[in-house]
């Protein structure tokens, strides 16, 4: 199954180069070789569960080994429509 995970490592830091617990979960989702849009406000990645999965253990290990104190994490499933089962009730 296809998923899309977003994260936000904290503390936030202001302008200027991004913290290091970021760029440490960053460099992990990079070594898994995931589709990634690194931004100011979070992390998206995008990939097949059994590549996601396992790579978003080593952003969380990856980020407070480096000084976040929080993580914030979305999986949503990327190949649903996010229609209820048997399509949307007539109102």
């Known amino acids: ?14 302008e200027g180069e991004a913290p290091e617990h970021a760029r440490a979960a960053l460099g992990a989702v990079e070594r898994a070789e995931l589709d990634c849009d ?6 998206t990645v995008r990939g097949e569960d ?3 999965l396992p790579a978003l ?15 914030t994490l979305q999986v949503e499933r990327e190949d649903v429509s ?3 089962a048997g399509g949307a009730a007539d109102v």
């Not at 199954?1 to 202001?14: C, N």
């Not at 690194?38 to 992390?43: D, K, R, S, V």
């Open 38 to 43: 690194f931004g100011p406000l979070g992390t």
């Open 1 to 14: 199954m296809r998923l899309v995970a977003e994260f936000t490592t904290e503390p936030f830091h202001g």
């Open 50 to 52: 059994e590549d996601v």
């Open 82 to 84: 996010g229609e209820p």
């Open 57 to 71: 253990t080593e952003v969380l290990r990856a980020a407070l080994a480096h000084g976040a104190t929080r993580v």
